[in-house]
């Protein structure tokens, strides 16, 4: 066994972070982490400045990468490509792999697929993890100019799909609670309540799964949807609340498998947007959890699966 490396552990938790949002995967961040690890520890420390700066280079460069591995698997992959989902045990339980917060929300990281390869490395290391534009140009090679360029492309395109105001805590979870009350009663007007005038739907089957093909919009669209399948629901599907990527969502077990992931984007207090992963790859490290609703017993699923 490869004795630790105290240096390296103490920064593994940030190059956790920076390795899954600029992938979206972490089974390709785990990867990337141990090959930075192996050429952390081939490296002449005594020319290594700043072991923090080094490693992010590291991190950076093989993530760049590794990228262009993700487009090519993404140009023929079956539906809707959705980041593989950070699943907290349980709502008011911090994150015990990975920070998460609204800078790693499912959104936002919906938002960075849109993003070349150096335009996202840019503004993560700029704006998530606070490196000076001199430290960027150091990491991608580039110059100062450019990687100010990059960044200011990128927050472009972010605040074109980002909305400005976020909702608080409790009115997410306020809302994704009764949305899942309204799935499992059928109540139409109960779901139209929590959801935006023009909410859309996103669902990832990769093939593997069941799952809208296409992007369902408009609230009309997508309550219908999810009744239609609440209805048709097996009774002993399970739902448990977690958080996904830090904001309120569920997970459903059927036949002790973890078979989907709903996340929530909450805009001026209505959901705007929802996101189904079910893709079974996708869920493979989604552990159940013993955190539930306030009613123990199982309930329909609104699982997006089509009607």
Known sequence: MRPRDDTFEA???????????????LADADDVLQDAYLRWSGAHRSSVRSPRDYLAAVVTRLCIDRRQAIEERKKTYIGQWLPEPLVDPGRDEPARRLET?????????VVLESLSPFERAAYLLRRIFDFGYDEVADVL???????????????????????????????????????LEACTTGDMNGLLAVLATDAALYAD?????????????????VARFF?????????????????????????????????????????????GTIFAIRNPEKLE???WTTSSLSDPSSRRSPSPTPP
């Open 141 to 179: 090679g580039k110059t100062e100019v450019a990687c100010r360029q990059l960044v200011s492309r990128a927050e472009a395109r972010i605040q074109e799909r980002r909305p400005r105001f976020q909702s608080r805590g409790e009115d997410a979870e306020r809302l994704t609670t009764t949305f």
């Open 285 to 287: 490290r989604v552990a």
């Open 101 to 109: 917060a609204e800078s790693v929300s499912m959104a936002l990281m």
């Open 205 to 221: 089957g990769g093939g593997k799964a069941l799952a809208a093909l296409a992007p369902i919009h408009g609230a009309d669209r």
């Open 227 to 271: 009744l239609g399948i609440a209805r048709k629901a097996p009774e002993n599907v399970e739902i448990r609340a977690v958080r996904v990527n830090g904001q309120p969502g569920f997970l459903a077990r059927h036949e002790g498998q973890v078979v989907q992931v709903l996340a929530f984007d909450i805009v001026d207090g209505r959901i």
């Open 11 to 25: 920064h593994r938790a940030e190059l956790e972070r920076l390795a899954y949002r600029m992938l979206g995967s």
